[in-house]
């Protein structure tokens, strides 16, 4: 793994936290414990930061940065990841705040001062555009992103499930690179 400092700010790393080795993860970065940060995902908290909660994993080649202060936006954004969350393989989340239980389709986009609430489940290739907030409860698909339906209880359930069963994968993983 690469873990890069950024004016004099590393990365730091919760307990049983498994960073690929092709992962970057550069500057003020914080991962909960339990988190997995797979191949090729690209986390840059340099001119704000990124948290990463527990039990959440980032799937391979995801980007995930931030946009800066500004006079015009004097907290810029930081990219805020709830617990129990799971970014699917080549997805952009770009200075939004995730909260609990999400689960972000393949090749899905989140751009700049995006509210996701907890329990929501963003469909593959779906672009959420500035300053939107995504309620509780539903699916969203499309480009630009629509409240779809409202999640199946069983969909509710997945969105832990589907966070457990990565970290099963990941302390795998840990165990392999420690024997």
């Given amino acids: 793994m690469t873990i890069r ?5 590393l990365p730091t790393l919760g307990k049983n936290t498994y960073i690929d080795d092709s992962a970057v993860l550069v500057g003020e970065v914080t991962c909960g414990d339990d988190v997995s940060i797979w191949p090729l995902v690209a986390a840059r908290g340099d001119v704000n930061f990124i948290k990463i909660g527990h039990r959440t994993n980032v799937q391979d080649g995801t980007v995930l940065h931030v946009t800066r202060t500004s006079e015009s936006n004097p ?12 970014v699917g393989h080549k997805c952009m989340l770009h200075g939004c705040t995730l909260g609990d239980r999400i689960l972000v389709g393949m090749g899905a986009i989140i751009m700049d001062g995006v509210i996701v ?3 929501v ?25 629509k409240q779809a339906r409202p999640l199946k209880e069983a969909e509710i359930q997945f969105l832990k499930q589907s966070a457990l ?11 392999e690179c420690n024997s």
């Fill in 5 to 9: 400092k950024y004016k004099n700010t």
């Fill in 75 to 86: 907290g810029g954004f930081p990219l805020i990841i709830g617990e129990d969350v799971t």
């Fill in 117 to 119: 609430e907890n329990d």
């Fill in 121 to 145: 489940f963003i469909g593959g290739g779906t672009l959420v555009p500035p300053n939107k907030t995504l309620k509780s409860g539903y699916l969203y698909v499309g480009n630009p992103a």
């Fill in 165 to 175: 069963n990565y970290i099963k994968l990941k302390d795998e993983y840990l165990a």
